[in-house]
């Protein structure tokens, strides 16, 4: 590299890229002197990254093709720092690693023979905890997992006290190995409890585990001994609230903590949601390290709590401090986890399961007294208190005192609409409407209650008050309650935007104004250590914006507003979605906006015009894959769980079969999908699309699609029909909610489908074909061979009976096979073809007609590829017979699409590394390989020239393309053959 840098640097007009000064020259015609300044940034580029890989040769490599991938632009640096840094002295490593480049001294060469140097140690993870003042710090050095604890320094007017005993274990509390603990480690439980190690003078204590027996957390308890003239019983221990410190050391199996909960829920008979939310905030550290796999499953449990398929009540009592006090820690855990995960996905689900909890928090005193003050202030009876006797508010007063509970709310609700209206029909009604509750629910409680309130309305404003004490504790996402919560954590004007949706909730504009809300509000709750309630107020302002704009939706919408929400759904949901490509989806939608915040303005044409639909449907079918793509993943990590729990818990399959599918429907962007489905008949009119819309394709490398084709009606016609032979169903309406009947390998429809319906995530997760026809000749094409659906769908013994009936009066259904077209949307119907051969001369065919059977056979013709000498092909050069589908579609797409930057396509010719093989000098060359130290030899008087080629090649870059400074880089570097190949070449 240096003696590359060198003669760069003595070519007149040309700058030392490593900062040296300028040699003038009247020359400046030199092409090397026309792209000195990029030259020079690469180096310097290539520099910095070298100091933080400390591979110099690796780097200058990888800087290359970066550049050549992305041309204009240096990899990893913007153009203002790169040209900062090349202009920037070196430092000394820096200069260090750039004269190394390609060779090593003769000291790193000396030293590579002795014991390899030890790598840097790795930071896995910093922890800290406050309460306690100690700070936990996971690093990987020499294959050693080192934890070291350090607490903070003791202040000088603190009297001296015993060091702090550290009580631990690994994994659930099982013992730590021998070779990990520290001298002087005690077991006071046995061999098989955990220890205890004392911290030094200096409040330090580190602890290692080797890289084959490291376990996949750290637990552990701190125990302030007693002093020595105290008694045994002042020892004071530290348990984080309840639920331990942990120290994730690795990712742990999700059957870990898995089988954990599922043995809790199934067979623990005292067991009630304060304890479910105790043991989530126990195993919510080890759910985070195994991923959204293992989130998936901590939301999956919470979802399947929320809407009380669990028990919240099995023979548990706990009082309401207790309760809200758990409830609370639970809460902020998880909002951490929602904050702060590693993972997108992981900050998805924790998001979703936060939405579902009780808030937690408050005076939970006030939930036990507050009742017991209403009854003794208004003369009614309470135990052995005389007064009147209320058996609904004495029922209800026992269950708050030992299960309080989301529930409340909803009862307290209720039992104030029935105080307002006297009539009790209002009472049940809200039970139902707010909180899904019956009467036989509430007689089965622990605590039941059966009897009926009493009509008394001067309690009215006693249970107004009352409801906010329980709204304080329970309720989470209620917009109005996390407004007056988080409003001590917003600066002014944000909380005016707030106040002033919540006055105009009903209004037309407030959607817009939610999400700038949003937006100003999203700087709060994701910096750390935020308050809940802010990510509280979040989730309540997100899921009041969807109500809105559903209600928008019943009432009709102009395509021009739907292109709008559309933009809205994306920015509000991309607000604490960090999904990269949904990102770009985004993007690219912003531009079919009149006035889009895009630099690249709006799409090009008129609107609604032929040549702006044609980008218009080229962003609404990339933003449906991409909704498509990412709700696909949610119900893959959501379904497998939901079914776990209905095995382990015996739990009905009405709630478990269709719980992925409800969380894709619970999603922000779910609108989105509803959007584009309304759009997507008017941009296709718009553009003159394609005849198809493939929703659901078969797995790949699936054998073609055969079926019987039948003809329905609407697709609810035959819902619960088993069809025993494949079948292709033509079904003229669907709504999205139907399922596929067993049997069918093809759903073919007239009706716009929405990508994210339970029509289509079943036809994805089953691998069906599922297609929307635009055209009414396609369509008829498959009427002309389908068959009228059997009469009576559900009974396949009539099913089979009308079958054969039709097939004794010629109107039994054709069996053919479905051809599909990605690349041009097309399914045609066609005869369903025999088993295929190859025969000698490679044609292929089918095999032949069996004499005297009416079986017809379909040969098979495919055509043979155009041969060229050309070894590379331009797109002026691509003709069908040389190139594929997707090359003359790229090549298509610039011609029609001359505004929008495309990237530039090269295609090589077929064969072209059998002809490469095949030629002579290849031959010759493998059958007499040049001896070992010839070949050593010929490559060190190559070194120095092949260093320089890395420098020359740049040059070539942005005259000729990246494609040509790849051919000219393998010509100067390998143009030369050695000597014993030139002779015979």
Same mark, same amino acid.
């Given at each position: 590299?240096?003696?590359?840098?060198?003669?760069?640097?003595?070519?007149?007009?040309?700058?030392?890229?490593?900062?040296?000064?300028?040699?003038?020259?009247?020359?400046?015609?030199?092409?090397?002197?026309?792209?000195?300044?990029?030259?020079?940034?690469?180096?310097?580029?290539?520099?910095?990254?070298?100091?933080?890989?400390?591979?110099?040769?690796?780097?200058?490599?990888?800087?290359?093709?970066?550049?050549?991938?992305?041309?204009? $632009?240096?990899?990893?640096?913007?153009?203002?720092?790169?040209?900062?840094?090349?202009?920037?002295?070196?430092?000394?490593?820096?200069?260090?690693?750039?004269?190394?480049?390609?060779?090593?001294?003769?000291?790193?060469?000396?030293?590579?023979?002795?014991?390899?140097?030890?790598?840097?140690?790795?930071?896995? $993870?910093?922890?800290?905890?406050?309460?306690?003042? %100690?700070?936990?710090?996971?690093?990987?050095?020499?294959?050693?997992?080192?934890?070291?604890?350090?607490?903070?320094?003791?202040?000088?007017?603190?009297?001296?006290?015993?060091?702090?005993?550290?009580?631990?274990?690994?994994?659930?509390?099982?013992?730590?190995?021998?070779?990990?603990?520290?001298?002087?480690?005690?077991?006071?439980?046995?061999?098989?409890?955990?220890?205890?190690?004392?911290?030094?003078?200096?409040?330090?204590?580190?602890?290692?585990?080797?890289?084959?027996?490291?376990?996949?957390?750290?637990?552990?308890?701190?125990?302030?001994?007693?002093?020595?003239?105290?008694?045994?019983?002042?020892?004071?221990?530290?348990?984080?609230?309840?639920?331990?410190?942990?120290?994730?050391?690795?990712?742990?199996?999700?059957?870990?903590?898995?089988?954990?909960?599922?043995?809790?829920?199934?067979?623990?008979?005292?067991?009630?949601?304060?304890?479910?939310?105790?043991?989530?905030?126990?195993?919510?550290?080890?759910?985070?390290?195994?991923?959204?796999?293992?989130?998936?499953?901590?939301?999956?449990?919470?979802?399947?709590?929320?809407?009380?398929?669990?028990?919240?009540?099995?023979?548990?009592?706990?009082?309401?401090?207790?309760?809200?006090?758990?409830?609370?820690?639970?809460?902020?855990?998880?909002?951490?986890?929602?904050?702060?995960?590693?993972?997108?996905?992981?900050?998805?689900?924790?998001?979703?399961?936060?939405?579902?909890?009780?808030?937690?928090?408050?005076?939970?005193?006030?939930?036990?007294?507050?009742?017991?003050?209403?009854?003794?202030?208004?003369?009614?009876?309470?135990?052995?208190?005389?007064?009147?006797?209320?058996?609904?508010?004495?029922?209800?007063?026992?269950?708050?005192?030992?299960?309080?509970?989301?529930?409340?709310?909803?009862?307290?609700?209720? *039992?104030?609409?029935?105080?307002?209206?006297?009539?009790?029909?209002?009472?049940?009604?809200?039970?139902?409407?707010?909180?899904?509750?019956?009467?036989?629910?509430?007689?089965?409680?622990?605590?039941?209650?059966?009897?009926?309130?009493?009509?008394?309305?001067?309690?009215?404003?006693?249970?107004?008050?009352?409801?906010?004490?329980?709204?304080?504790?329970?309720?989470?996402?209620?917009?109005?309650?996390?407004?007056?919560?988080?409003?001590?954590?917003?600066?002014?004007?944000?909380?005016?935007?707030?106040?002033?949706?919540?006055?105009?909730?009903?209004?037309?504009?407030?959607?817009?104004?939610?999400?700038?809300?949003?937006?100003?509000?999203?700087?709060?709750?994701?910096?750390?250590?935020?308050?809940?309630?802010?990510?509280?107020?979040?989730?309540? %302002?997100?899921?009041?914006?969807?109500?809105?704009?559903?209600?928008? #939706?019943?009432?009709?919408?102009?395509?021009?507003?739907?292109?709008?929400?559309?933009? %809205?759904?994306?920015?509000?949901? #991309?607000?604490?979605?960090?999904?990269?490509?949904?990102?770009?989806?985004?993007?690219?939608?912003?531009?079919?906006?009149?006035?889009?915040?895009?630099?690249?303005?709006?799409?090009?044409?008129?609107?609604?015009? $032929?040549?702006?639909?044609?980008?218009?449907?080229?962003?609404?079918?990339?933003?449906?894959?991409?909704?498509?793509?990412?709700?696909?993943?949610?119900?893959?990590?959501?379904?497998?769980?939901?079914?776990?729990?209905?095995?382990?818990?015996?739990?009905?399959?009405?709630?478990?079969?269709?719980?992925?599918?409800?969380?894709?429907?619970?999603?922000?962007?779910?609108?989105?999908?509803?959007?584009?489905?309304?759009?997507?008949?008017?941009?296709?009119?718009?553009?003159?699309?394609?005849?198809?819309?493939?929703?659901?394709?078969?797995?790949?490398?699936?054998?073609?699609?055969?079926?019987?084709?039948?003809?329905?009606?609407?697709?609810?016609?035959?819902?619960?029909?088993?069809?025993?032979?494949?079948?292709?169903?033509?079904?003229?309406?669907?709504?999205?909610?139907?399922?596929?009947?067993?049997?069918?390998?093809?759903?073919?429809?007239?009706?716009?489908?929405?990508?994210?319906?339970?029509?289509?995530?079943?036809?994805?997760?089953?691998?069906?074909?599922?297609?929307?026809?635009?055209?009414?000749?396609?369509?008829?094409?498959?009427?002309?061979?389908?068959?009228?659906?059997?009469?009576?769908?559900?009974?396949?013994?009539?099913?089979?009976?009308?079958?054969?009936?039709?097939?004794?009066?010629?109107?039994?259904?054709?069996?053919?096979?479905?051809?599909?077209?990605?690349?041009?949307?097309?399914?045609?119907?066609?005869?369903?073809?025999?088993?295929?051969?190859?025969?000698?001369?490679?044609?292929?065919?089918?095999?032949?007609?069996?004499?005297? !059977?009416?079986?017809?056979?379909?040969?098979?013709?495919?055509?043979?590829?155009?041969?060229?000498?050309?070894?590379?092909?331009?797109?002026?050069?691509?003709?069908?017979? #040389?190139?594929?589908?997707?090359?003359?579609?790229?090549?298509?797409?610039?011609?029609? %699409?001359?505004?929008?930057?495309?990237? !530039?396509?090269?295609?090589?010719?077929?064969?072209?590394?059998?002809?490469?093989?095949?030629?002579?000098?290849?031959?010759?060359?493998?059958?007499?390989?040049?001896?070992?130290?010839?070949?050593?030899?010929?490559?060190?008087?190559?070194?120095?020239?092949?260093?320089?080629?890395?420098?020359?090649?740049?040059?070539?870059?942005?005259?000729?393309?990246?494609?040509?400074?790849?051919?000219?880089?393998?010509?100067?570097? *390998?143009?030369?053959?050695?000597?014993?190949?030139?002779?015979?070449?």
């Amino acid at each position: 590299m240096a003696s590359c840098i060198a003669r760069l640097s003595s070519r007149p007009g040309v700058r030392s890229p490593v900062g040296g000064p300028s040699t003038s020259s009247k020359d400046q015609q030199s092409p090397l002197a026309a792209f000195n300044h990029r030259t020079k940034r690469l180096l310097a580029t290539s520099r910095l990254h070298a100091i933080g890989r400390g591979s110099v040769q690796c780097l200058f490599t990888s800087g290359l093709r970066d550049v050549r991938r992305y041309p204009g $632009r240096l990899p990893g640096l913007p153009r203002a720092a790169a040209d900062a840094a090349a202009e920037a002295p070196p430092s000394s490593s820096s200069s260090l690693t750039t004269a190394g480049a390609g060779r090593k001294s003769k000291s790193s060469r000396s030293k590579g023979k002795g014991k390899a140097a030890s790598k840097a140690p790795t930071v896995l $993870r910093e922890v800290r905890w406050d309460d306690v003042g %100690l700070t936990a710090r996971v690093e990987l050095r020499d294959g050693q997992f080192l934890v070291d604890l350090q607490l903070d320094p003791r202040p000088p007017q603190q009297p001296p006290s015993p060091s702090l005993v550290l009580h631990w274990g690994v994994d659930d509390w099982c013992s730590p190995p021998p070779s990990s603990r520290p001298p002087g480690t005690g077991q006071p439980g046995g061999d098989t409890g955990p220890c205890q190690t004392s911290f030094t003078q200096e409040g330090r204590l580190q602890l290692s585990f080797a890289q084959d027996e490291c376990p996949y957390q750290l637990i552990f308890v701190l125990k302030q001994p007693a002093a020595a003239e105290s008694q045994a019983g002042d020892e004071v221990w530290y348990n984080n609230g309840g639920s331990n410190y942990v120290v994730p050391l690795r990712s742990p199996p999700l059957q870990s903590f898995m089988d954990k909960v599922l043995t809790a829920e199934s067979s623990y008979s005292h067991w009630s949601l304060p304890q479910r939310l105790g043991l989530a905030a126990e195993v919510l550290d080890a759910a985070e390290a195994a991923g959204p796999p293992g989130m998936a499953f901590l939301f999956t449990w919470l979802r399947l709590s929320s809407t009380r398929v669990l028990d919240w009540y099995r023979g548990a009592n706990l009082q309401p401090k207790d309760v809200a006090a758990i409830q609370a820690h639970a809460g902020e855990r998880i909002a951490e986890k929602a904050r702060s995960a590693s993972h997108p996905l992981s900050r998805l689900f924790a998001r979703g399961a936060l939405a579902g909890l009780p808030r937690g928090g408050g005076n939970g005193d006030d939930i036990r007294m507050g009742i017991l003050n209403i009854m003794r202030g208004h003369g009614i009876r309470e135990g052995h208190r005389p007064g009147h006797d209320e058996p609904f508010l004495e029922q209800w007063h026992q269950k708050l005192h030992t299960n309080t509970s989301p529930d409340d709310v909803v009862i307290c609700e209720a *039992y104030l609409a029935f105080l307002h209206s006297g009539n009790h029909d209002d009472y049940w009604r809200v039970l139902w409407d707010n909180g899904r509750l019956t009467r036989g629910m509430m007689e089965s409680w622990t605590k039941p209650i059966k009897a009926w309130p009493q009509h008394m309305p001067h309690l009215i404003p006693a249970f107004k008050h009352y409801l906010w004490i329980l709204k304080t504790t329970h309720s989470g996402a209620d917009l109005d309650t996390a407004m007056e919560m988080a409003k001590g954590h917003m600066d002014d004007h944000t909380r005016w935007m707030i106040y002033d949706i919540l006055s105009h909730r009903h209004e037309w504009w407030v959607p817009g104004k939610i999400v700038e809300a949003r937006t100003r509000l999203a700087q709060y709750w994701k910096s750390p250590g935020s308050s809940r309630d802010l990510q509280l107020l979040d989730i309540a %302002l997100e899921g009041w914006m969807r109500t809105c704009l559903e209600r928008s #939706l019943e009432g009709g919408m102009g395509r021009d507003d739907m292109v709008e929400v559309v933009a %809205l759904v994306l920015r509000g949901a #991309l607000l604490t979605l960090d999904d990269p490509d949904l990102h770009l989806c985004a993007l690219l939608w912003e531009r079919l906006r009149p006035h889009p915040a895009h630099p690249a303005g709006p799409l090009p044409g008129e609107r609604w015009g $032929r040549e702006w639909a044609l980008g218009a449907r080229a962003a609404a079918e990339r933003l449906g894959l991409g909704l498509t793509a990412h709700m696909d993943t949610v119900y893959g990590l959501v379904q497998p769980h939901a079914e776990s729990f209905g095995r382990s818990c015996s739990l009905s399959p009405a709630h478990t079969a269709n719980l992925g599918e409800e969380v894709v429907r619970g999603q922000p962007l779910f609108l989105a999908a509803l959007l584009l489905q309304r759009l997507e008949r008017g941009i296709r009119e718009a553009a003159g699309g394609a005849d198809w819309q493939i929703v659901s394709m078969p797995a790949p490398g699936s054998p073609p699609l055969t079926g019987e084709v039948v003809a329905v009606g609407a697709l609810a016609e035959v819902q619960g029909t088993v069809f025993e032979r494949p079948t292709v169903l033509l079904a003229g309406s669907l709504t999205g909610v139907e399922d596929i009947p067993a049997g069918v390998v093809a759903v073919l429809t007239r009706s716009s489908t929405d990508v994210l319906s339970h029509l289509a995530i079943r036809a994805r997760s089953q691998r069906v074909l599922l297609a929307t026809c635009f055209d009414e000749a396609a369509w008829q094409a498959w009427q002309a061979v389908a068959a009228p659906a059997p009469a009576s769908p559900g009974a396949n013994g009539q099913q089979q009976q009308q079958q054969e009936e039709g097939s004794a009066t010629g109107a039994a259904p054709k069996r053919v096979a479905v051809l599909v077209d990605p690349a041009v949307s097309a399914i045609m119907p066609a005869e369903a073809p025999a088993a295929v051969q190859v025969t000698a001369d490679g044609a292929t065919a089918a095999s032949a007609s069996v004499a005297g !059977s009416s079986d017809p056979r379909v040969v098979i013709t495919l055509q043979a590829p155009q041969q060229t000498s050309a070894w590379a092909l331009g797109e002026s050069d691509f003709q069908p017979g #040389l190139v594929g589908a997707k090359a003359m579609n790229l090549a298509t797409l610039r011609r029609r %699409l001359a505004a929008v930057m495309l990237t !530039s396509s090269v295609c090589r010719r077929r064969s072209l590394c059998r002809t490469a093989r095949s030629s002579e000098c290849c031959r010759r060359s493998r059958a007499t390989p040049p001896p070992r130290r010839r070949w050593r030899d010929w490559c060190r008087r190559r070194r120095r020239r092949r260093r320089a080629a890395d420098c020359l090649v740049l040059s070539w870059r942005s005259c000729d393309g990246w494609w040509r400074m790849t051919w000219w880089r393998r010509r100067i570097w *390998y143009g030369s053959w050695p000597p014993w190949q030139r002779r015979r070449g």
